[in-house]
């Protein structure tokens, strides 16, 4: 296809897009709304995971321009907090010699977010497991590096679920 045909081409599909009323779904635009994103206790023995959390769920709100993350309480509208209540690593499947082939990273966690001013609850979630499997290797550092990845995407999948039904609660109030 040449490269007017192929332009004009997204150009109507982009004109449809605009012309059905469709918006994205994780982005905020309505009025401008702060949160505070407190540290997560974090009951593991995993040291940084805390961290982790925070910087992950602050790159997803700062998504919005509707929505800013402070570092105070105090003049916030809505409060994010939660507990990582545990970090599992159990084997899933076995080799040769009986060692493990398949390990999956499982993380527990609840939270809440809260508006401020009327202390309405608009998500809770009380226990929730996240869980990502990785290939087991002979190689330590391998595997160091492969559950690592494993319980960084589980924290990338987590803030984005807790960014978009956040979203979705400000938008029903």
Known sequence: MKPVYRSLLLLVVAGLFVACGYRNPNIYTGPHKSIYITEWKNRTSELGLDV?????????????????????????????????????LPSLSYGVNNLASEVKVRLRVRYIVKEIASNKILLEIGDQTWEESYLVSSNPTANQDSESKALDKIIEDMSQKIYQKTIAGITRM
Do not use: C, P
């Open 52 to 88: 982790k959390l925070y910087r992950s769920l602050t790159r997803w709100f700062q998504k919005s321009g509707s929505i800013s993350t402070v570092r105070q309480k105090e003049g916030a509208d809505l409060i994010l907090a939660g507990e990582v209540i545990s970090l599992e």
